[in-house]
């Protein structure tokens, strides 16, 4: 185990709605990143927080955004869902933001947008 | 632009025999290169890294990679397969000259016999 928490493991919403997905970061961790994994794909890349902002940013659109507490947890926030929406939503913690370093991932939350 | 190919979908090996995943990439600088893999309905779980120096890296349970520059490619490998060595393996690969971003393959699904 990582130690990354995320909640909720699984949940279902339909097309229009909005939906919260929060993770708790392995401790000692400052930096937290949110990858989308369709069924059959792999992860890709939604954004990075580093010290409560925003310090990278994958090919997702405005609707798709995030927060990171001083504790360093983290929201991710999608609003106006799709069906495409559809994946399982994985938050990744490290020490620092560096190209470098692994990232530690937590179970994931699973969206089914109806 | 950083991308990884990870060329089969599924890889059947009997336990015992050593086992191959294959992974090429594709970056303007210098890359780092990573292991990983997700047993069902689970999150990613590092295996290793690739960063500089020894072109053969180990990691956990067992396994190691090789780096080929020449070859631009990461093989997973282990000498003698077990069956809880079945899941889906997945190479992701960060550009010395880019962000943050992990860019993953699409996944390699490792089928263990007895």
């Known amino acids: 185990e990582t130690g990354v928490t995320q909640s909720p493991t699984h949940l279902i919403k339909t097309r229009g709605q909005q939906v919260t997905l929060r993770c708790s970061s392995q401790?000692?961790?400052?930096?937290v990143s949110w990858y989308q994994q369709a069924l059959g794909q792999g992860p890709q890349f939604i954004f990075q927080?580093?010290?409560?902002?925003?310090?990278g940013r994958g090919n997702f659109p405005p609707r798709f955004s995030g927060l990171q507490f001083p504790n360093y947890s983290s929201e991710l926030n999608v609003n106006a869902l799709e069906l495409d929406d559809s994946a399982l939503y994985l938050c990744?913690?490290?020490?620092?933001?560096?190209?470098?370093?692994?990232?530690?991932f937590g179970e994931g939350s699973r969206l089914t947008v109806l | 632009a950083q991308s990884v190919a990870q060329p089969e979908d599924q890889v059947n090996v009997a336990e015992g025999n050593p086992l191959t995943v294959k992974c090429t990439y594709s970056?303007?600088?210098?890359?780092?290169l990573f292991w990983y893999v997700q047993y069902p309905n689970r999150g990613l779980q590092f295996l290793l890294k690739?960063?500089?120096?020894?072109?053969l890296v180990k990691g956990s349970y067992g396994f190691e990679a090789e780096f080929n520059k020449s070859q631009t490619s990461f093989h997973l490998k282990k000498p003698s397969a077990l069956v809880s060595d079945s899941a889906l393996y997945f190479c992701?690969?960060?550009?010395?000259?880019?962000?943050?971003?992990?860019?993953f393959g699409k996944g390699t699904s490792l089928l263990v016999t007895p």
């Open positions: 990744a913690s490290s020490y620092v933001p560096e190209r470098t370093g692994e990232l530690f």
């Open positions: 401790s000692g961790h400052n930096t």
């Open positions: 927080y580093y010290r409560e902002e925003e310090n």
């Open positions: 970056v303007s600088g210098n890359p780092y």
């Open positions: 690739y960063i500089t120096g020894d072109n």
């Open positions: 992701a690969v960060r550009d010395s000259n880019s962000g943050y971003a992990l860019n």
